[in-house]
């Protein structure tokens, strides 16, 4: 193990966790999109209630590992980087919205790939583009204007803020809020009523947790080379789009084994679930949508520096500031953006 590369031991973090994660979404219905549209329109709350199970897991795990000296917070982006409430909330919304209209968020969109889903091929690579072209391409001057991202001057976050304020220990802080986003998701009896969805729920959040432990163990061996992350998937799937184009092995990152470990962990739950089946758009408007929807996400998400896993579960998990106000905002342009799905089909 001592032979391999630091990228690739970092892949290999990457590719466990997203391999879970697939499993996660195809055996126990973990979506972002579908969640909302369910609970909106369907009158299920069992998908948004699952993100409690999810969330509360990641919360607990990945603040008691900090604690326990296994991840180190200060190296994550969400706590090195000064929070910009600005860039949260609008490319929060826009993203939001783009999911809306693409169908799926960038983790949907590579989960439904992984089950034959052509059409989310398309999603995926637009998204990667257009991240890019906002991360370091032609919009990234733009970006840096508007959305200023300064390093962070000290600690913050949500737990260092109550404990300034309050005097109230980070460890309850982490408690109190993984333990309420659990109960809430209990509280919802016919949840309670699919143990496996939970217990998918529960790996979920804690493949959330296996990355930070993982790459936090690299960068301390790396002597800081590779970074302290977990699961997103906006600005990692154009860096795996990249490496696939012009890297060898020695490009290889943590975001390559977590983009592919999604899409191989999605196939394999499809297979088991029998719900493989290549499809592809027999509609131009429906793809023209799509396309429009991935090139907002790829936008909104590189301003808001994360998607709605990146953000709405592993920022979140941080406590930083930007995982709850991202969340909120992705959730707000999404129902903004299926509102205006329904509208049009409805009949004047």
Same mark, same amino acid.
């Given at each position: 193990?001592?032979?391999? #590369?630091?990228?690739?031991?970092?892949?290999?973090?990457?590719?466990?966790?997203? @391999? !879970?994660?697939?499993?996660?979404?195809?055996?126990? $219905?973990?979506?972002? /999109?579908?969640?909302?549209?369910?609970?909106?329109?369907?009158? $299920?709350?069992?998908?948004?209630?699952?993100?409690?199970?999810?969330?509360?897991?990641?919360?607990?795990?990945?603040?008691?590992?900090?604690?326990?000296? +296994?991840? $180190?917070?200060?190296?994550?982006?969400?706590?090195?980087?000064?929070?910009? #409430?600005?860039?949260?909330?609008? %490319?929060?919304?826009?993203?939001?919205?783009?999911?809306?209209?693409?169908?799926?968020?960038?983790?949907?969109?590579?989960?439904?790939?992984?089950?034959?889903?052509?059409?989310?091929?398309?999603?995926?690579?637009?998204?990667?583009?257009?991240?890019? &072209? @906002? +991360?370091?391409?032609?919009?990234? #001057?733009?970006?840096?204007? +508007?959305? =200023?991202?300064?390093?962070?001057?000290? =600690?913050?976050?949500?737990?260092?803020?109550?404990?300034?304020? *309050?005097? /109230?220990?980070?460890? !309850?802080?982490?408690?109190?809020?993984?333990?309420?986003?659990?109960?809430?998701?209990?509280?919802?009896?016919?949840?309670?009523?699919? #143990?496996?969805?939970?217990?998918?729920?529960?790996?979920?959040?804690?493949?959330?947790?296996?990355?930070? &432990?993982?790459?936090?163990?690299?960068? $301390? @061996?790396?002597?800081?080379? *590779?970074?302290?992350?977990?699961?997103?998937?906006?600005? =990692? &799937?154009?860096?795996?789009?990249?490496?696939?184009?012009?890297?060898?092995?020695? %490009?290889?990152?943590?975001?390559?084994?977590? *983009?592919?470990? *999604?899409?191989?962990?999605?196939?394999? %739950?499809?297979?088991?679930?029998?719900?493989?089946?290549?499809?592809?758009?027999?509609? =131009?408007?429906?793809?023209?949508?799509? !396309?429009?929807?991935? &090139?907002?996400?790829?936008?909104?998400?590189?301003?808001?520096?994360?998607?709605?896993?990146?953000?709405?579960?592993?920022?979140?998990?941080?406590?930083?500031?930007?995982?709850?106000?991202?969340?909120?905002?992705?959730?707000?342009?999404?129902?903004?953006?299926?509102?205006?799905?329904?509208?049009?089909?409805?009949?004047?």
């Amino acid at each position: 193990m001592d032979e391999l #590369p630091y990228g690739v031991l970092a892949a290999l973090v990457g590719l466990a966790g997203g @391999a !879970v994660l697939g499993l996660a979404a195809r055996l126990g $219905d973990f979506c972002t /999109l579908g969640a909302l549209e369910s609970a909106a329109y369907g009158k $299920d709350q069992r998908r948004l209630r699952l993100w409690g199970i999810v969330l509360g897991v990641a919360i607990l795990g990945t603040q008691f590992g900090a604690l326990a000296g +296994l991840i $180190d917070l200060s190296a994550t982006y969400y706590h090195s980087i000064a929070w910009n #409430p600005l860039a949260s909330v609008i %490319g929060g919304l826009v993203f939001g919205y783009g999911m809306a209209m693409a169908g799926n968020c960038g983790f949907g969109a590579l989960v439904r790939f992984g089950g034959g889903d052509l059409r989310s091929l398309v999603v995926v690579v637009v998204m990667g583009i257009f991240g890019f &072209v @906002a +991360l370091s391409g032609p919009l990234a #001057p733009l970006r840096v204007a +508007l959305f =200023p991202q300064p390093e962070a001057a000290g =600690p913050q976050g949500i737990g260092v803020a109550l404990q300034g304020w *309050v005097g /109230l220990p980070v460890a !309850v802080t982490a408690a109190v809020l993984g333990l309420a986003c659990i109960g809430w998701a209990l509280a919802h009896r016919p949840l309670r009523e699919r #143990p496996g969805m939970i217990a998918w729920g529960v790996a979920a959040g804690l493949a959330v947790v296996w990355c930070f &432990v993982g790459t936090s163990w690299l960068h $301390d @061996a790396s002597l800081g080379a *590779v970074q302290v992350e977990s699961a997103s998937f906006t600005a =990692p &799937v154009g860096r795996t789009l990249i490496f696939l184009m012009t890297s060898t092995a020695g %490009g290889i990152t943590f975001s390559v084994g977590s *983009v592919l470990g *999604v899409m191989v962990g999605a196939l394999a %739950g499809s297979t088991l679930r029998g719900l493989f089946k290549w499809e592809a758009c027999e509609d =131009p408007r429906e793809l023209g949508r799509q !396309v429009g929807g991935a &090139v907002l996400m790829g936008i909104g998400g590189v301003v808001a520096l994360g998607c709605s896993v990146g953000q709405g579960v592993s920022a979140f998990a941080t406590l930083a500031w930007s995982g709850p106000v991202t969340l909120a905002a992705i959730a707000l342009g999404a129902l903004i953006g299926l509102r205006h799905l329904i509208a049009g089909y409805e009949p004047e």
